[in-house]
Each structure stands twice: as C-alpha cells, then as structure tokens.
C-alpha cells in the first residue's frame, strides 16, 4: 500500500488570526482560501513540501452537526480540546524563538520528555494546541 498524510483538520474561529498565526508565526505558506467572512477554507503547509498541508476550517459549517454539538465544539474549542497537531524541527530553539516572538501564546517551553523527545507547545488563535518536536 502506497498512502501518504495528504491534508489535515484544524478547526478556526477567527480565519484571519489563523492565518496569520500560521503564516507569519509557523511560515507556512498559503495554498488556498475559499470562501468568506467567518466562513473561510484556508489550505496552509510547510514551503517546500506541497503533499503536506493543514485545512483550517470553520468547526461546525457541516450541516449535519446539531446545536447542541456545535455548542460543545465551541466549549472545546475555547478550553484548547478540541484540535491539536504535531510538528517537527532541526532546530527546536530556533523555531521556538521565532514563534514566541510573534505573540504566539506558549504552553511549553522547550523541555526534554521523559519519553525521549524535546518539544515545545503553543495554542493558535483557535485553541488548537500546536506541540513541535526536535529531530533527532
């Protein structure tokens, strides 16, 4: 079998302050942006790597989620439960240097694990919680 991670989901809120936190803050570059107002589909990813991309999308815009289901997304999604992600890095210092100097709101300053790997977290604009590993 030949599968690779094409796009993944991260819900938003606030489509311009998504964007910015993963444009400016990650340097991810924007592949596209549909829509409008709150209701925006915007595909991002790390240059040079095009199968790779992150959807960051309005969390309940599918018409199948009831009212009480969109109302217990937002409470996850303000108490940081409900989306998350894992990067990786060369260079943990550096990256996390460069996020937290764009205002990114820091969960974890670099630290090594007790299971063997360094990282760091942030939240996005959304909650999300963005955990970036150092490869090794």
């Not at 991670?5 to 596209?32: K, M, N, Q, W």
């Not at 409900?82 to 820091?106: H, S």
Request: net charge negative; charged share 25%; proline share 8%.
């Amino acid at each position: 079998m030949d599968i690779t991670i094409h796009t993944s989901f991260l819900p938003h809120d606030d489509p311009d302050a998504s964007l910015a936190f993963y444009r400016d803050a990650l340097g991810f570059e924007v592949r596209s942006d549909v829509g409008q107002g709150k209701m925006r589909w915007i595909t991002v990813g790390p240059v040079g790597q095009p199968g790779t991309s992150i959807l960051l999308a309005p969390p309940a815009a599918d018409p199948g989620v009831t009212e009480d289901e969109r109302r217990t997304i937002t409470e996850m999604m303000a108490k940081g439960t409900y989306g998350w992600i894992l990067l990786a890095t060369p260079d943990l210092d550096d990256t996390f240097e460069k996020v937290q100097a764009r205002d990114a709101e820091v969960v974890q300053e670099p630290t090594e694990q007790p299971y063997g790997i360094r990282d760091c977290a942030f939240r996005d604009p959304a909650g999300n919680l963005i955990r970036i590993q150092e490869l090794r």
